[in-house]
Nanobody, 115 residues
Framework: QVQLVESGGGLVQAGGSLRLSCAGSGIIFSAYTMGWYRQAPGKQRELVAIITSGGIMNTADSVKGRFTISRDNAKNTVYLQMNSLKPEDTAVYYC?????????WGQGTQVTVSS
């Protein structure tokens, strides 16, 4: 059974940092493209950052220079380091694992940035 479990969300002041983690099980983790998405209230879910099985990263323009995605295949974990957080980064952050037609989501973790 595939499972993605996010952790590390919380409440932080503007300018602060958080690191999200997503632990995967039930998949050959190293073969999957891993990603972080977010959804703010009343808005569509949007891509934050992805990292391919080969380590190629892509980051949304809105977080470029502030957020960094990384992965540790030995730990079956993908991370999102978030620095210089802004109130507009407030959202539920979801972990995603994708390989061909196989698409899996975590349950999400809330990130709230206060001004």
């Amino acid at each position: 059974q595939v499972q993605l479990v996010e952790s590390g969300g919380g409440l932080v002041q503007a300018g602060g940092s958080l690191r999200l983690s997503c632990a995967g099980s039930g998949i050959i983790f190293s073969a999957y493209t891993m990603g972080w998405y977010r959804q703010a209230p009343g808005k569509q879910r949007e891509l934050v950052a992805i990292i391919t099985s080969g380590g190629i990263m892509n980051t949304a323009d809105s977080v470029k220079g502030r957020f960094t995605i990384s992965r540790d295949n030995a730990k079956n974990t993908v991370y999102l380091q978030m620095n210089s957080l802004k109130p507009e980064d407030t959202a539920v952050y979801y972990c995603n694992a994708r390989r061909f037609l196989h698409d899996c989501w975590g349950q999400g973790t809330q990130v709230t940035v206060s001004s």
